[in-house]
């Protein structure tokens, strides 16, 4: 029988303020254990929440990029449950007046060809609502120790519909919800260090009905690799328990990515569970237009409409575009480099083969890279130009990388205009051809490539300073002539 699947993902951001969420206490990563707390985060009596509009207003910008619909007012509930990584023994969320509702996230999956854009569709979305993260466990042997400084930093779920059918669509969605979290300035959305979180809800049923099987919900995902490595495995794993005669049940289990096996944990937990209710402390908040207009007037250019317009403003390939565009600084960069040389594709060239692997290769980030835009804009012209050569370019962009220094006055610094001198170049072309009596007779053969072993010879002898426009006319009309 065949199977399909059914997934629905529950995707945690920590979003990127500069105090928690209802506390002014600074909420960050890395600090030493329990430094980033107070009585708010600790739950010390007598103490009240304050609410962090920061991070209402970044919640309501994701809102507005995925096409949600804003709730005029939401409000604050009380998620009731003990665990020791929160203080209070519950968690301050929102149940069922969450701040978006609907909205989509578009998604991309392989095409059949790389040089277009893959197939898109867009996943629906039930809700995204805010609330507060709880701390952390650190287990070590016998022990847990519990740091606090994770507790009471704005947290946004955005919850999936069941609308996903393979763990390679998760995949898709997971990537290209980090990509406009990271656009939007949301989150840095860094799997290892907890700010990005994923649970999955997955079953299976037979392919054409409508009925939705039992779910399991998949935790400890901690990375978009993991997701769709453990949904493969979760979704074989049910389908082999099926077709044993087996039943499944719904739980939560554990999956380890590095052993790429599951072990269940509980059986799920239903909303009635945790006893919501709404929070005495924390009123209802309203939405206007003009709080929602400020935000839409702020909101970035999403990642695959910015692809849409390189492919016709720019005419890049798909192969370009899928490099530059997943990086907001660095299609940035591309854009402001395009923009001086008017050599788009060149520029984009340059990025994804040369300034990567120079960025890679000396560990450092785009915004710690001495050659600027203008450098790059400057260096294509001198290409386009035939002062110099590919090959010499690519000896002073390596310069320009490591110092800073404009190409243009590296090029005359250094001597490197490439040589323009008819006489000089046609002396050269004549000791190539005497140089290479086989590649003349393979040339006036047939052999279209053996030219090259002259032009090489003329390269060799200039020091790479041949304009290789000319150094071809030149040899094809002294050979011709011969």
Not at 167 to 188: H, Q, R, V
Not at 196 to 212: F, H, Q, Y
Request: hydrophobic share 40%.
């Amino acid at each position: 029988m065949n199977y399909e699947a059914v997934i629905g993902l529950e995707v945690h951001v920590q979003v990127k303020t500069r105090s928690k969420m209802f506390t002014r206490v600074a909420a960050g990563y890395g600090a030493p254990p329990n430094t980033l707390t107070d009585p708010v985060v600790l739950a010390l009596p007598g103490v009240l929440p304050v609410m962090n509009k920061a991070a209402l207003d970044a919640v309501i910008k994701v809102g507005l990029m995925l096409g949600c619909e804003i709730a005029p007012v939401c409000k604050w509930d009380r998620k009731n449950y003990f665990y020791p990584d929160s203080p209070k023994n519950y968690q301050i969320s929102q149940y069922d007046q969450p701040i978006c509702r609907g909205g989509a996230v578009e998604i991309e999956l392989p095409g059949p060809s790389r040089n277009v854009m893959g197939g898109h569709q867009k996943i629906p979305l039930t809700r995204i609502h805010l609330e507060e993260d709880v701390g952390k466990l650190n287990h070590a042997g016998r022990e847990s120790l519990i740091d606090y400084n994770r507790a009471g930093t704005p947290l946004m779920e955005i919850v999936s519909e069941p609308a996903i059918h393979s763990a390679e669509e998760a995949f898709a969605y997971l990537t290209a919800l980090k990509m406009i979290m990271i656009y939007g300035g949301i989150s840095d959305c860094d799997m290892e260090k907890g700010q990005m979180r994923c649970d999955a809800n997955v079953s299976i049923r037979p392919a054409g009905e409508s009925k939705l099987g039992t779910k399991v919900e998949l935790k400890n995902l901690n990375s978009i690799s993991f997701v769709r490595d453990g949904l493969a495995h979760e979704i074989k794993r049910q389908i082999a328990v099926i077709e044993s005669g087996g039943t499944i049940v719904q739980e939560t289990r554990d999956y380890d990515g590095q052993t790429g096996t599951s072990q269940s944990l509980r059986s799920k937990e239903m909303a009635h569970d945790y006893r919501y209710f709404p929070d005495p402390d924390l009123m209802p908040v309203k939405v206007g237009a003009q709080w929602k207009a400020a935000l839409q007037a702020g909101l970035p250019e999403l990642p695959f409409d910015k692809q849409r317009r390189f492919f016709a403003e720019y005419q890049l390939p798909y192969t370009i575009t899928a490099v530059l565009v997943p990086d907001r600084e660095l299609s940035g960069y591309f854009e402001a480099a395009a923009k001086l040389s008017g050599r788009p594709r060149a520029v984009g060239n340059w990025i994804a083969n040369d300034l990567l692997r120079e960025l890679a290769a000396a560990k450092v980030t785009l915004a710690d890279c001495k050659a600027r835009p203008a450098h790059l804009a400057g260096l294509v012209k001198l290409v386009e130009d035939g002062i110099i050569s590919s090959n010499i370019a690519k000896e002073v962009f390596v310069g320009m990388f490591q110092t800073g220094e404009a190409p243009e006055a590296m090029v005359e610094r250094r001597g490197l205009r490439q040589s323009t001198d008819v006489g000089e170049l046609e002396r050269w072309c004549v000791e190539a051809i005497a140089a290479n009596p086989k590649s003349v007779a393979d040339f006036k053969g047939g052999k279209e490539n053996a030219i090259n072993a002259m032009k090489g010879f003329v390269m060799k002898q200039s020091k790479g300073k041949a304009n290789p426009r000319l150094v071809d006319e030149i040899l094809r009309r002294k050979l011709a002539a011969m």
